[in-house]
């Protein structure tokens, strides 16, 4: 069995103060038991003050972007070397909000997940359609497009750690979310495709997190379908009462 992972995307939001509140209110009250990974990924500023806040507890901690190379002339840009230095078993690559503001690719997305896993972050891989691509019947073909790039060469470890998030674009911080039916046709393909690319065994062993207006009163319907394995939870992730609701309906 697949075991869920319900992460926080906390995009541009919270200094260290409030983010210190966050996490404490996070883990004074995890499921018990839990059984789910639950991860946030706080922006860059606050990943040092929120690995010291979750250190012994059973809450992960994820970056949110990374550049591909080790270190050098990049400015502004933070290496995977930087985030396991502040305790970061996880990064987010690829989110729509990066590929359609900042102009990443599936090539670059790829070298970077290359990169996270060379040095043992786990890259939680985000996909999905627009909604102009979705009224255009091309859901499945941009989906497999993004999969087929942004995954490629992983290696059999590099299958084995990597989480893909499917995220429709057109339910990401609209509350608009994609139904249980939808999600689940979409996370079976792209099942599919990992299938085609990595094996059965890897395919039936990769997590895939739905992303996209996930919120409490949804989690449970979204969080049982077959292929659903998890959550990628953005504006329902900057509140711990949300947050945790969402984790209790994965465990
Ligand atoms: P949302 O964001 O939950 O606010 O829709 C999800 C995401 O962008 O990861």
């Known amino acids: 069995m697949r075991k869920k992972i319900i992460a926080g995307n906390w995009k541009m939001n919270m200094t260290s103060d409030v983010a210190r ?6 883990k004074a009250k995890l ?4 059984n789910a990974d639950v991860v946030v990924c706080p922006p860059f500023t606050v990943l040092k003050s929120v690995a010291d806040r979750i250190a012994g507890s059973a809450v992960d901690l994820g970056a949110q972007n990374m550049h591909w190379e080790k270190s050098g002339a990049y400015t502004g840009e933070v290496s995977p070397e930087m985030l396991r230095d502040v305790m970061c078993n996880y990064v987010i690559l690829g989110h729509s909000e990066r590929r359609a503001y900042f102009g990443e690719t599936d090539e670059m997305v790829n070298r970077k997940a290359k990169a996270a896993l060379a040095m043992n972050l786990k890259p939680i891989i985000c996909v999905g359609e627009t909604l102009e691509e979705r009224e255009a019947d091309k859901t499945k073909q941009v989906v497999e ?15 084995a750690d990597a989480i893909i998030a499917y995220e429709p674009v057109w339910a990401i911080g609209t509350g608009r979310t994609a139904t249980p039916e939808q999600a689940q046709e ?5 099942r599919s495709i990992v299938r ?20 409490p009163d949804n989690a449970k319907e979204l969080l049982s379908q ?10 329902a992730a900057l509140k711990a009462d949300s947050f945790l609701a969402i984790v209790q309906a994965a465990c």
């Open 21 to 26: 509140d966050l996490v404490d209110g996070i």
């Open 196 to 215: 085609d690319m990595a094996g059965a065994a890897l395919a039936d062993a990769m997590r895939i997190q739905y992303g996209g207006s996930m919120k």
């Open 186 to 190: 979409v996370h079976a393909f792209i």
């Open 145 to 159: 497009t993004q999969v087929r790039g942004s995954l490629a060469e992983l290696g059999a470890k590099g299958w």
């Open 31 to 34: 499921p018990n038991p839990l």
């Open 226 to 235: 077959p292929d659903i394995d998890g959550g990628l939870i953005g504006g």
